[in-house]
């Protein structure tokens, strides 16, 4: 049995800001891409336990939660998108994001890395790469080539599809599967039986940012869910 | 899989080379299908693709790597990391959340487009595209022009694999492509 646990997570708080987000345009600093809101966190005052690698851990999800932005009605009103495309701009805060979700899966016998497409297969394969696992992209219906596994899940109105190459996971291969977000948990649930149906154990699913308020953990069958931010 | 000829080959190249899977008649028929997704089921040959990149791009002040949504999303961000750089997806429409520049490119039949958000490309950085593949080239110059109009200096196009036989390079107007082996 893993114990993988570190001492915090970072919640991050948002309100909706009062303020309309600024227009922005080519000739602006980058800066002000960073943040459309300028959201305030804190990390859970558990800080009396701090030593220095949980200061350590504290600097780093202070610095990655602080560099993705939210973006107000996309797709649709009402929604406050998550864009880590942000993040991925500060080339420190991409390391800092994959070197803790390296450290938590580095030398567990971790065989296989899943990504979710299209934002799975960023954070993925630096970490199938890093641990020397495979890493198996898990896509949109007809996108890949040959022998594939399908398996439907449900959306707000209607399902779509998820697949995987058959071959690609044997029995036994202990899995962990990457998205950059969980909402629902539709899409990491259906990611989950493609495989333990090829006979995978599914160790965890790992991934940036939680909607906690979406109860996506639930979906999960009581498989662990590590996140590095919670967006509240 | 020929891999180049008439130039120094990595001792890396073969076992790369070996590990891309062909699918006939994929998506359409007549078309053979150059498939990475078992390269990266090869933790040797993966490492050594994203490596043989590293080793070429660092060093040469490069702050912004752009893949091209999806398969660029697998190959560019390990390259990013290991230099230092930016990573910035490139991706089909409606994709990218805020403010966006789009590019519309030719297909074999009607036409695609690409995007790439405002702001993530300041003028006068270096920057390199990464896909998995050139054929047409059509992907690329679209890439390549979001890029420019941004203000950025593209210094080459990095991908694993060339189909030279689709003439990718001349619809490049002059910008490199590297590539790690062709397919006849």
Same mark, same amino acid.
């Given at each position: 049995?893993?114990?993988?646990?570190? $001492?915090?997570?970072?919640?991050?708080?948002?309100?909706? =800001?009062?303020?309309?987000?600024?227009? +922005?345009?080519?000739?602006?600093? =980058?800066?002000?891409?960073?943040?459309?809101?300028?959201?305030?966190?804190?990390? $859970?005052?558990?800080?009396?336990?701090?030593? @220095?690698?949980?200061?350590?851990?504290?600097?780093?999800?202070?610095?990655?939660?602080?560099?993705?932005?939210?973006?107000?009605?996309?797709?649709?009103?009402?929604?406050?998108?998550?864009?880590?495309?942000?993040?991925?701009?500060? $080339?420190?805060?991409?390391?800092?994001?994959?070197?803790?979700?390296?450290?938590?899966?580095?030398?567990?016998?971790?065989?296989?890395?899943?990504?979710?497409?299209?934002?799975?297969?960023?954070?993925?394969?630096?970490?199938?790469?890093? /641990?020397?696992?495979?890493?198996?992209?898990?896509?949109?219906?007809?996108? +890949?080539?040959? @022998?594939?596994?399908?398996?439907?899940?449900?959306?707000?109105?209607?399902?779509?599809?998820?697949?995987?190459?058959?071959?690609?996971?044997?029995?036994?291969?202990?899995? *962990?599967?990457?998205?950059?977000?969980?909402?629902?948990?539709?899409?990491?649930? #259906? #990611?989950?039986?493609?495989?333990?149906?090829?006979?995978? @154990?599914?160790?965890?699913?790992?991934?940036? /940012?939680?909607?906690?308020?979406?109860?996506?953990? @639930?979906? +999960?069958?009581?498989?662990? +869910?590590?996140?590095? *931010?919670?967006?509240? | 899989?020929?891999?180049?000829?008439?130039?120094?080959?990595?001792?890396?190249?073969?076992?790369?080379? &070996?590990?891309?899977?062909?699918?006939?008649?994929?998506?359409?028929?007549?078309?053979?299908?150059?498939?990475?997704?078992? %390269?990266?089921?090869?933790?040797?040959?993966?490492?050594?693709?994203?490596?043989?990149?590293?080793?070429?791009?660092?060093?040469?002040?490069?702050?912004?790597?752009?893949?091209?949504?999806?398969?660029?999303?697998?190959?560019?961000?390990?390259?990013? %990391?290991?230099?230092?750089?930016?990573?910035?997806?490139?991706?089909?429409?409606?994709?990218?959340?805020?403010?966006?520049? &789009?590019?519309?490119?030719?297909?074999?039949?009607?036409?695609?487009? %690409?995007?790439?958000?405002?702001?993530?490309?300041?003028?006068?950085?270096?920057?390199?595209?990464?896909?998995?593949?050139?054929?047409?080239?059509?992907?690329?110059?679209?890439?390549?022009?979001?890029?420019?109009?941004?203000?950025?200096?593209?210094?080459?196009?990095?991908?694993?694999?060339?189909?030279?036989?689709?003439?990718?390079?001349?619809?490049?107007?002059?910008?490199?492509?590297?590539?790690?082996?062709? &397919?006849?």
């Amino acid at each position: 049995m893993l114990s993988l646990s570190f $001492p915090r997570e970072a919640h991050l708080i948002r309100s909706p =800001s009062p303020l309309l987000p600024q227009p +922005l345009s080519t000739s602006r600093p =980058s800066p002000s891409l960073l943040c459309l809101h300028k959201p305030p966190f804190r990390l $859970p005052s558990i800080r009396s336990m701090a030593s @220095e690698e949980g200061a350590d851990q504290d600097h780093r999800l202070e610095r990655i939660a602080s560099t993705i932005r939210v973006i107000p009605d996309f797709p649709k009103p009402g929604i406050l998108f998550q864009d880590i495309t942000t993040m991925l701009l500060k $080339p420190e805060a991409f390391r800092d994001t994959i070197d803790m979700l390296v450290e938590r899966y580095r030398d567990k016998g971790i065989s296989v890395v899943a990504g979710v497409e299209a934002r799975g297969f960023i954070f993925g394969p630096p970490i199938a790469l890093a /641990i020397g696992a495979k890493f198996v992209p898990l896509r949109k219906p007809n996108k +890949l080539p040959g @022998e594939v596994i399908s398996e439907e899940y449900s959306l707000e109105y209607g399902t779509d599809k998820m697949e995987m190459h058959v071959g690609a996971v044997q029995a036994g291969d202990r899995a *962990v599967v990457v998205d950059d977000l969980i909402a629902t948990g539709g899409t990491l649930a #259906a #990611a989950m039986r493609l495989l333990e149906r090829v006979g995978a @154990e599914v160790v965890e699913c790992a991934c940036v /940012i939680e909607l906690p308020e979406l109860k996506g953990r @639930e979906k +999960l069958d009581g498989r662990p +869910l590590f996140v590095l *931010v919670k967006a509240v | 899989m020929a891999v180049r000829e008439g130039k120094e080959q990595d001792p890396r190249i073969p076992r790369i080379a &070996s590990s891309i899977r062909v699918v006939p008649d994929f998506p359409k028929k007549g078309i053979m299908f150059q498939d990475i997704t078992t %390269l990266l089921l090869d933790p040797k040959a993966f490492k050594d693709t994203v490596d043989l990149f590293v080793e070429r791009y660092t060093g040469r002040d490069i702050s912004v790597v752009a893949g091209v949504e999806a398969r660029g999303f697998i190959f560019g961000p390990p390259i990013a %990391l290991a230099i230092g750089a930016k990573f910035v997806p490139l991706r089909k429409p409606k994709k990218l959340p805020g403010e966006v520049i &789009s590019e519309n490119y030719v297909l074999e039949y009607g036409t695609d487009c %690409l995007e790439m958000h405002v702001g993530a490309v300041q003028p006068g950085e270096r920057a390199l595209v990464v896909d998995d593949l050139v054929a047409t080239g059509g992907t690329l110059c679209a890439a390549i022009s979001l890029l420019e109009r941004a203000g950025a200096e593209v210094v080459e196009c990095a991908c694993v694999i060339e189909l030279p036989e689709l003439k990718g390079r001349e619809r490049l107007n002059g910008k490199y492509i590297y590539i790690l082996m062709e &397919s006849h």
